[in-house]
C-alpha cells in the first residue's frame, strides 16, 4: 500500500460511515456533526465537555458550540456545571436523546459488520490489533512530532 492509497482508504472509510448515517440524520433532523458529537457524548461517559470534543474528536471549537447549542436547543444534551467547580460546564445526554444513541449504536455496529464482511475471526482479531497498533504510532506522532524508527 502505497501513501495515496492508504489515504484513500481513511477518506473512503469516513465516506461510507457518513454515507451510512445519512437515514438516521434525517430522521432526527441532525446534521452529521451534530450527530456524531451526540454519539460520542453517549458512547464516551468519560469525556464531559466540548473542550474533549474538540480535543479528542479534532472538530472545530466553533463547530462544536455551534452543535452543542442546536443539541440543548433540540432537548438531546444538557449543560450542567461541576459540583466541585461550578465555572466548569459538563454535557449530558437527556433522556430525549436515548432512542437517537440506541439506533446510532445499532447503525456503528452494522458498519462494522459491513466493513469487515467477509474477514474471517483470526484475520478480524489481527486487524483489531492492527489497528491498535497504528493508532499508537499516529499518537506517538502527535505527541513528539517524530517519526520512532
Known sequence: MNFSEFLEF??????AYEKMCEPL????QLPQTAFDILMFLANNPQYRTASDIVQIRKIKANLV????????KEGL??????PEDRRKIILACTPKAQPV???GREMQQAFIRAVTAGIHEEDLQMLCEMINRIGSNTAEIIKTGRIQE
Open 101 to 103: 444513541a440506541k439506533q
Open 65 to 72: 458550540s455551534f452543535h452543542v447549542e442546536k443539541l440543548v
Open 10 to 15: 481513511s477518506d473512503n472509510t469516513r465516506k
Open 25 to 28: 440524520c434525517r430522521k432526527f
Open 77 to 82: 444534551l444538557e449543560r450542567r456545571s461541576l
